[in-house]
């Protein structure tokens, strides 16, 4: 009998996370409650629902005074809304689908990513290495779009272990985290975000902090000893694991990679030219990886054969085409100003940078230092105005929609230019996700 079984188990927002933890839930025989703001006729699988008996409410007061045993709550639904709050004045326990599936799954090696900027490519590429060695018991799961709760459910983790989890972790799922804890963590940089959501800087820093807060003295904790707010961070709440250290910059460090090589402990693994992903950013990503698998275990040759093979991830400076000499990259998973300026970064070619969607309230200044490229900027959607005051003092061109930037910059491209989306922003504004802001990009430019 599990700890679930027969209890009362309440799961706020159904959405993706929410749908897999009620599957899981079912099948550890908890006695559920949904509450969702939309009304019920929104709801996907509604009726789906009702047949295997969950109870699907409101967000009516009532619902936060029943006792329960487990609160599951979707990490995109704010810790500080009024009926969250009530819950934890209450004593209940909420946590994220992670936390229960962490919490019910068999002993497995889990690697949890996170950070500001490459968890997706970093995440995507540690999976191709381990896959190489474990093909059978390697699993993606995470915030790149497959919940952790699905996971244990169609890998059989409920009764088996050993198996290889890479997961990329979100500091909004990391935020309701209680006993979640990696054999291996990484925190690859980081940068300003999500502070609408969090509501400083400090507090956003701090959550992804806790990706090592429960790690054992035998865990090993991957450090970038290039990022300064990480070296202050850990500084405020050290870590309690060990620690395995990589660097761009420092050849002392345990991992290290210059122009030439990649290196571990000094010895040379494999050239850099290896890595087919362009951009200094991903050498860094790619260090991460290596760094991770060399903890596991895994022989250079196998390792060096899977980044050989990495393309990279879509949405992220993602090759689109080339069209008279102008090469077009998807970078709609640049949804900070810290990526739009790795993306700049990776190129030296002149370059035009569509910009632009929901209004984050993020400070553009820093990305003024890497416009040395930069022949135009063409800003779009919510924040398009501000973008163009900010970064070009009103010489950048304002338009609507992504499709009149794109117009914009095919009229003024010439040949060896890079036009590149890197909207510095979110997509909320004319988009449900960076991902149908990417395909819409795509699209466009695949029509040209």
């Given at each position: 009998?599990?700890?679930?079984?027969?209890?009362?188990?309440?799961?706020?927002?159904?959405?993706?996370?929410?749908?897999?933890?009620?599957?899981?839930?079912?099948?550890?025989?908890?006695?559920?409650?949904?509450?969702?703001?939309?009304?019920?006729?929104?709801?996907?699988?509604?009726?789906?629902?009702?047949?295997?008996?969950?109870?699907?409410?409101?967000?009516?007061?009532?619902?936060?005074?029943?006792?329960?045993?487990?609160?599951?709550?979707?990490?995109?639904?704010?810790?500080?809304?009024?009926?969250?709050?009530?819950?934890?004045?209450?004593?209940?326990?909420?946590?994220?689908?992670?936390?229960?599936?962490?919490?019910?799954?068999?002993?497995?090696?889990?690697?949890?990513?996170?950070?500001?900027?490459?968890?997706?490519?970093?995440?995507?590429?540690?999976?191709?290495?381990?896959?190489?060695?474990?093909?059978?018991?390697?699993?993606?799961?995470?915030?790149?779009?497959?919940?952790?709760?699905?996971?244990?459910?169609?890998?059989?983790?409920?009764?088996?272990?050993?198996?290889?989890?890479?997961?990329?972790?979100?500091?909004?799922?990391?935020?309701?985290?209680?006993n979640f804890s990696p054999e291996i963590a990484v925190i690859i940089n980081l940068s300003p975000d999500h502070i609408d959501f969090m509501g400083s800087e400090d507090?956003?820093?701090?959550?992804?902090?806790?990706?090592?807060?429960?790690?054992?003295?035998?865990?090993?904790?991957?450090?970038?000893?290039?990022?300064?707010?990480?070296?202050?961070?850990?500084?405020?709440?050290?870590?309690?694991?060990?620690?395995?250290?990589?660097?761009?910059?420092?050849?002392?460090?345990?991992?290290?990679?210059?122009?030439?090589?990649?290196?571990?402990?000094?010895?040379?693994?494999?050239?850099?030219?290896?890595?087919?992903?362009?951009?200094?950013?991903?050498?860094?990503?790619?260090?991460?990886?290596?760094?991770?698998?060399?903890?596991?275990?895994?022989?250079?040759?196998?390792?060096?054969?899977?980044?050989?093979?990495?393309?990279?991830?879509?949405?992220?400076?993602?090759?689109?085409?080339?069209?008279?000499?102008?090469?077009?990259?998807?970078?709609?998973?640049?949804?900070?100003?810290?990526?739009?300026?790795?993306?700049?970064?990776?190129?030296?070619?002149?370059?035009?940078?569509?910009?632009?969607?929901?209004?984050?309230?993020?400070?553009?200044?820093?990305?003024?230092?890497?416009?040395?490229?930069?022949?135009?900027?063409?800003?779009?959607?919510?924040?398009?105005?501000?973008?163009?005051?900010?970064?070009?003092?009103?010489?950048?061109?304002?338009?609507?929609?992504?499709?009149?930037?794109?117009?914009?910059?095919?009229?003024?491209?010439?040949?060896?230019?890079?036009?590149?989306?890197?909207?510095?922003?979110?997509?909320?504004?004319?988009?449900?996700?960076?991902?149908?802001?990417?395909?819409?990009?795509?699209?466009?430019?695949?029509?040209?």
């Amino acid at each position: 009998m599990n700890a679930y079984y027969g209890k009362k188990v309440l799961v706020l927002g159904y959405a993706r996370s929410g749908k897999a933890a009620i599957k899981l839930l079912l099948k550890l025989g908890a006695v559920i409650t949904l509450s969702e703001a939309k009304p019920k006729e929104q709801i996907e699988d509604y009726l789906w629902l009702c047949e295997m008996g969950v109870r699907v409410t409101g967000q009516e007061k009532e619902i936060f005074e029943e006792d329960y045993y487990k609160v599951i709550k979707n990490p995109g639904i704010n810790g500080r809304l009024w009926f969250v709050k009530r819950l934890r004045e209450r004593g209940i326990p909420v946590t994220t689908e992670i936390e229960l599936a962490f919490e019910v799954a068999k002993k497995q090696h889990f690697i949890a990513i996170t950070g500001s900027n490459g968890k997706t490519t970093t995440t995507t590429l540690m999976h191709e290495v381990l896959k190489k060695a474990y093909p059978d018991k390697t699993h993606l799961s995470g915030n790149i779009g497959i919940a952790l709760c699905e996971t244990v459910l169609e890998n059989n983790l409920l009764e088996e272990e050993g198996h290889y989890i890479v997961l990329e972790i979100s500091n909004f799922q990391l935020l309701d985290i209680i006993n979640f804890s990696p054999e291996i963590a990484v925190i690859i940089n980081l940068s300003p975000d999500h502070i609408d959501f969090m509501g400083s800087e400090d507090a956003y820093y701090r959550s992804k902090m806790r990706v090592y807060e429960n790690m054992p003295e035998n865990g090993v904790f991957l450090y970038n000893t290039d990022d300064e707010k990480i070296k202050e961070y850990t500084s405020l709440l050290p870590v309690p694991c060990r620690q395995v250290t990589y660097s761009l910059e420092d050849k002392n460090a345990d991992f290290f990679a210059d122009e030439s090589f990649v290196y571990e402990n000094g010895k040379a693994l494999f050239p850099v030219n290896s890595i087919k992903v362009v951009g200094r950013h991903n050498v860094q990503n790619v260090l991460v990886a290596v760094s991770a698998a060399k903890q596991l275990g895994m022989s250079t040759d196998i390792i060096q054969a899977a980044v050989e093979e990495f393309r990279g991830v879509e949405h992220r400076i993602e090759y689109v085409r080339e069209i008279n000499g102008v090469k077009f990259y998807n970078d709609s998973k640049g949804t900070n100003v810290d990526a739009t300026i790795i993306a700049l970064k990776a190129f030296s070619s002149p370059t035009i940078l569509l910009a632009g969607g929901f209004e984050k309230g993020l400070s553009f200044e820093p990305l003024k230092a890497y416009l040395g490229n930069v022949k135009q900027v063409i800003a779009f959607g919510a924040c398009g105005e501000r973008l163009v005051k900010e970064l070009t003092d009103g010489t950048g061109i304002l338009v609507n929609t992504l499709d009149e930037a794109l117009n914009e910059a095919v009229k003024i491209a010439e040949h060896g230019d890079v036009i590149l989306l890197s909207p510095t922003t979110s997509s909320f504004d004319q988009y449900s996700c960076f991902e149908e802001r990417g395909e819409h990009f795509k699209k466009l430019v695949n029509e040209l």
